[in-house]
């Protein structure tokens, strides 16, 4: 048989390929809008794919915001949920988007250890370097940039990312460079000091295999200015060739695109499939 991407992390699954970065409204972001666990279901099943639920888990927000889906301990209940739909659906996986902050590493591993044997799949992501400025939203961005630079800004989210690959909590790492979701040439253009270069992303890839981290291969950066995956296509390749163990996520926040992306999804998987890593 061959050993697929899929296959070479964890347990057998029903279909070939993973989709190993799917939100419900368990996600803070769409805490009332977003799709339910079993919504997915149907579409996944009729297209062989299996999903990795993939929650946003942000130790600042779960501790202070009464109205975060895990505020209280309800990852618990998260939890019991998925357990109870993977004893009948062989193609599901539990999971979280764990952000990292530096100054909560003791923290972080504290919560890993806790929930590491209970958990199937669990990413590292650096969505904010400032607390409560995600950027990965324009108007965050926006605001942000009224009290540093632009390079600045992009300094901090690269070494945030590289600090927390160094840290070696987390074996798996979410979309390296989505500091360039409006931060492209297309919208919010970097300034000439500003380095957005492939090397630098590269960089953090070796990082990753140095360190035996596994990189995520996001396919969501179509949806945005910037108009291509985090990372690009040319440099997850490069990281391929070089021995990178990749996984792929679509990011789904909703059934339209989930869906939409699927076709995508398994080509990346081919796409990668086809490199002999060294
Ligand atoms: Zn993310
Ligand atoms: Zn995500």
């Not at 964890?10 to 070939?16: A, I, S, V």
């Not at 539990?94 to 250890?113: A, C, H």
């Not at 380095?195 to 960089?203: A, E, M, P, T, Y």
């Not at 339209?256 to 992306?261: A, S």
């Amino acid at each position: 048989m061959i050993k697929s991407i899929n296959n070479c992390f964890y347990k057998q699954m029903r279909f070939k390929y993973t989709d190993y970065h799917i939100h419900t409204k368990w996600s803070s972001d769409i805490i009332n809008n977003g799709p339910s666990f079993e919504d997915y279901l149907p579409i996944a099943k009729k297209n062989r794919m299996n999903i990795c639920f993939l929650e946003h888990y942000e130790l600042y927000k779960v501790e202070n915001d009464k109205f975060h889906p895990f505020f209280n301990g309800k990852i618990e209940k998260y939890l019991d949920e998925i357990d109870e739909i993977k004893e009948t659906h062989d193609f599901v996986l539990s999971g979280l988007e764990v952000d990292y902050y530096k100054e909560r590493e003791n923290d972080l591993l504290e919560f890993l250890d806790e929930y590491r044997k209970c958990i199937d799949f669990i990413a590292g992501s650096v969505h904010e370097c400032d607390i409560g400025y995600p950027i990965t939203e324009k108007s965050y961005i926006l605001r942000l940039l009224k009290t540093k630079s632009l390079k600045q800004l992009i300094d901090d989210y690269f070494i945030s990312v590289e600090n927390m690959i160094r840290s070696k909590i987390f074996k798996n790492i979410c979309h390296i460079d989505t500091v360039l979701r409006y931060i492209n040439p297309n919208e919010i253009k970097p300034s000439e000091d500003c380095d957005i270069s492939d090397k630098r992303i590269f960089n953090l890839g070796l990082l990753c295999i140095e360190n035996g981290i596994n990189i995520e291969y996001n396919l969501s950066g179509p949806k945005y200015s910037l108009g291509r995956t985090f990372p690009s296509k040319k440099v997850i390749t490069n990281m391929r060739e070089l021995g990178a163990n990749i996984f792929i996520g679509s990011d789904s926040h909703d059934l339209k695109y989930f869906k939409d992306t699927i076709s995508n999804v398994k080509k990346a998987y081919k796409i990668i499939e086809q490199i002999e890593a060294k």
